[in-house]
């Protein structure tokens, strides 16, 4: 059973860090997409960042993190961390890892990731 379980979320203040965590279990992600999204309130969930380690671990991000978040993977420990610094009261969201089982994906968009986390609170305050 895949099964991806997120962790790291809390209150910060703005200017801090995070790092998430997604553990994965019943697969090995060596060859398929971890993609990070994140939900706001009254907001549609957007695709945040994705690492694809088929193909040396390449790396996405959307304009709105790049250069503050940077996504890894320890592919022994299945797990992909999501290190976020500088944040912004705008980052307060559910954010969710999810996983695309299968070749080819370089983009988190959702509808190409198969299996989801149950998500963890991420709140920045001003």
């Known amino acids: 059973e895949v099964q991806l379980v997120e962790s790291g979320g809390g209150l910060v203040q703005a200017g801090g860090s995070l790092r998430l965590s997604c553990a994965a279990s019943g697969f090995t992600f060596d060859d398929y997409s971890i993609g990070w999204f994140r939900q706001a309130p009254g907001k549609e969930r957007e695709g945040v960042s994705c690492?694809?380690?088929?193909?040396?671990?390449?790396?996405y991000y959307a304009d709105s993190v790049k250069g503050r978040f940077t996504i890894s993977s320890d592919n022994a420990k299945n797990t992909v961390y999501l290190q976020m610094n500088s944040l912004k009261p705008e980052d307060t969201a559910v954010y969710y890892c999810?996983?695309?089982?299968?070749?080819?994906?370089?983009?988190?968009?959702?509808?190409?990731?198969?299996?989801w986390g149950q998500g963890t609170q991420v709140t920045v305050s001003s």
């Open positions: 690492i694809t380690n088929s193909d040396g671990s390449y790396t």
């Open positions: 999810a996983a695309a089982l299968r070749l080819g994906v370089y983009y988190p968009i959702e509808v190409l990731y198969d299996y």
